[in-house]
């Protein structure tokens, strides 16, 4: 079994800071791509920020949160995590971590999802 858990979501100000963190656990032989995808309610999910493990000084990023938003992660802990400063009220929505995973003992190579954290800005 492989879960992955957030934490770090909330309420925040305008132009106000939060980090997320994503941590897998379970059966994990490795990690590739792990990212953070974000959702409001009628519209689709979106990918906000994903780092690979084979070039992770190159993170990519949605233009929306560009210079904004920082992702990282730390392959010891399998965790991904979302530095979120200068937040806006659009950034409102329910962020999602997602990371493909290979399972260990010649497991295959799956996608899974985090249950998914709200985030909320006031104006």
């Known amino acids: 079994q492989v879960q992955l858990v957030e934490s770090g979501g909330g309420l925040v100000q305008a132009g106000g800071s939060l980090r997320l963190s994503c941590a897998a656990s379970g059966n994990i032989f490795s990690t590739n791509f792990m990212g953070w995808y974000r959702q409001v309610p009628g519209k689709q999910r979106e990918l906000v920020a994903y780092i690979t493990s084979v070039d992770s000084t190159n993170p990519n990023y949605a233009d929306s949160v560009k210079g904004r938003f920082t992702i990282s992660r730390d392959n010891a802990k399998n965790t991904v995590y979302l530095q979120m400063n200068s937040l806006k009220p659009e950034d409102t929505a329910v962020y999602y971590c997602?990371?493909?995973?290979?399972?260990?003992?010649?497991?295959?190579?799956?996608?899974?999802w985090g249950q998914g954290t709200q985030v909320t800005v006031s104006s």
């Open positions: 997602n990371a493909d995973i290979r399972r260990a003992n010649g497991g295959g190579l799956y996608t899974y």
